[in-house]
């Protein structure tokens, strides 16, 4: 019998797609739970409000309610180091880890990714601040923007706003445009369960990721 192993996860406050995704993803390892923490996320913008929501005390005191359940790993299920760096992830997980003696993993799928020497300028984007309106996002236009960005001769994809229902179209939309598609709820549930060394066989429904153990 498997061991039973917990994930904790970090949640933007205004985020309603995340958890249901999660939950689905995860659906086929009875041994596997996960557990959420929000902290206060309500707008996304370059400002000085939008930017001060992602401090990391509050994600850290999010992080320290998710210690207290004993869970095996705490991931960070949201996109702010695509403005505010990679730098500012390895902080983060580094912090949460020293906080609550437990490691932390993020996304890695960022905007900032030219300065690892990936081209990610062959973009569209929903021009939305409000944080909870990704999730009100149909499937018939992402479906729209990911096939105007599969048309640009990419490499790969990804749905990078954690708050939209996207995951789910991760398999149909690689079937359609032969090209790998990395969603960042997906991605960072790929993530902790690799470092948990769970076997994700019963996910490659969710896309060709999770074939790659």
Not at 29 to 34: C, E, I, N
Request: glycine share 8%; hydrophobic share 45%.
């Amino acid at each position: 019998m498997s061991p039973r192993i917990k994930l904790g996860i970090l949640t933007p406050s205004s985020n309603t797609s995340l958890e249901p995704l999660t939950q689905a993803l995860i659906a086929n390892l009875p041994h596997v739970s996960v557990h959420f923490s929000r902290f206060r996320v309500l707008k996304i913008g370059l400002d000085g409000d939008g930017l001060d929501q992602f401090r990391n005390e509050s994600i850290i005191a999010a992080a320290q309610l998710l210690a207290d359940a004993e869970v095996d790993m705490i991931g960070w299920s949201g996109t702010s180091s695509g403005w505010l760096g990679f730098e500012a992830d390895e902080r983060l997980c580094a912090d949460i880890a020293a906080a609550t003696g437990v490691p932390a993993t993020t996304e890695a799928i960022v905007r900032t990714c030219a300065t690892v020497g990936v081209d990610c300028s062959k973009e569209r984007h929903l021009r939305l601040s409000k944080n909870s309106a990704f999730a009100d996002i149909q499937e018939s236009v992402l479906d729209g923007v990911v096939g105007e960005v599969a048309g640009r001769k990419v490499q790969a994809i990804t749905t990078f706003c954690t708050n939209l229902r996207a995951a789910q179209r991760v398999a149909y939309w690689e079937e359609v445009h032969g090209i790998p598609v990395f969603d960042t709820v997906a991605t960072v549930v790929w993530e902790m369960l690799r470092v948990c060394k769970v076997d994700m066989k019963p996910l490659e429904a969710w896309g060709m990721l999770f074939t790659k153990n």
